[in-house]
């Protein structure tokens, strides 16, 4: 008899560790379920929010063509009609997430803009003074550099005679 429940008692110890053990499987699995759960919502709500990129891409060759005909219009009756669709569609391009990017008075940065060409002036050298085609960024993400010109700083010599 007391060799059964000997036998009994190490038989219920095998069955708890094992028990413990697919226990503690269980719960790595869980949270590597919970870590994928979590990606896949990151990966989609990324997916979602630059789903529209190439449609706003093309649509700025709109925006550039609005802004370049307005200086024609200054005329035309129709000027204030054509102002109020361009201001229309910005309003809603905006809703979903471009945003021109600032760069008159600033700091060249090669991430959000393009340099066309350089100027000597007295501007602080990289400092940008002309925006050739406005830059836009879609949420965090440019997807479309500004061309712009810099300054180059004129150096004291360079101002002197060359004779």
């Known amino acids: 008899m007391s060799e059964d429940l000997e036998q009994l008692k190490k038989d219920l110890e095998s069955q708890v560790k094992i028990a413990e053990d697919r226990l503690n499987q269980l719960k790595y699995l869980q949270a590597d379920f919970d870590n994928y759960r979590k990606w896949s919502e990151k990966d989609k709500s990324s997916i979602i ?17 609005f802004q ?3 200086p024609s219009l200054e005329q035309e009756q129709n000027k204030e009609g ?9 309003k809603i391009l905006t ?17 959000f803009h393009e340099v066309i060409c350089r100027e000597k002036c007295s501007e602080e050298s990289n400092t940008i003074i002309e925006d050739f085609s406005t830059g836009y960024q879609l949420k965090s993400k440019v997807i479309r550099p ?8 004129i150096t004291e010599n360079e101002g002197e005679n060359n004779g």
Not at 57 to 64: A, E, F, G, R, S
Not at 82 to 90: C, E, P, S, T, Y
Not at 96 to 111: A, H, R
């Open 49 to 65: 929010a630059l789903a529209n990129e190439n449609l706003i891409k093309d649509l700025l060759v709109i925006l550039d063509d």
């Open 68 to 70: 370049q005909a307005l």
């Open 82 to 90: 054509i102002l109020m669709v361009r201001k229309k569609m910005m």
């Open 95 to 111: 809703e979903y997430g471009l945003s021109p990017i600032e760069c008159i008075g600033k700091k060249f940065d090669p991430n």
């Open 146 to 153: 500004s061309k712009v010109k810099i300054a180059e700083q």
